[in-house]
């Protein structure tokens, strides 16, 4: 049976998610939320992943978020559930103490775009189309769109494409923040990986208290972000990593990072 989701490991260090549905345009069905929660729960215990890329088997879409041919067959309390399943899912994923970059190979509409919210850095494929157009559907996004968004892009953009259920192009994307990086279709996945390796070089212990102390903070007034910070700092001052990044920086060489 073909997994629904792949999962390898690049250069020892970096994660890599596809999802592998692309004949059904790689939409989250039942059995491939189960498969993105145990890929989690593995990429939990693996202390050498230092970065996660999320990305779409195929070409055109990245991911078509809820398979409604699925979710038409729903009784009301099915669909309920499914809809917070998908929610609970995004959330696992935004709060892996690891770096994610969503790799959109293509398209992300609805829900696949809200899973792109709930990774750190996107980087999408010149032409994709990216946009929440659950207004049109009678619904509104309901996997963290309404919540991510306007964190992201700012309240008055957030609630304009929420409202329109407009889609935007890729290099509108990227003018008003929605996403950091574009590449063309055959550098795609190669400038993600270098990203993601830019970001691994740095210390692992390091990355995780930076990611910790900017979302713990996003609902505090910046006195209460500023001691979180500085709480998260003193974490890493008796760490291995702190010295040997001292070290390396006093005998000009290149840091070799442990994790503790």
Known sequence: MTSLVNFSIQDEQIGIMTLNRPEQVNSLSAGMLEEINQTIQEIKQDESIRCLLITGAGSKVFCAGADLKERRLMTEEEAKEAVLTIQQTFTEIESLPIPVIAVMNGHALGGGLELALACDLRIARAGARLGLPETGLAIIPGAGGTQRLPRLIGLGKAKELIFTGASLQADEALQIGLIEHISLADSLMNDAITLAKQIAQNGPIALKEAKQAIHSSLDHNIHTGLMKEYEAY?????????????????????PHYRGN
């Open 234 to 254: 003193l974490r890493l001052i008796h760490t291995k990593d702190r010295i040997e990044g001292l070290q390396a920086f006093q005998e000009k060489r290149t």
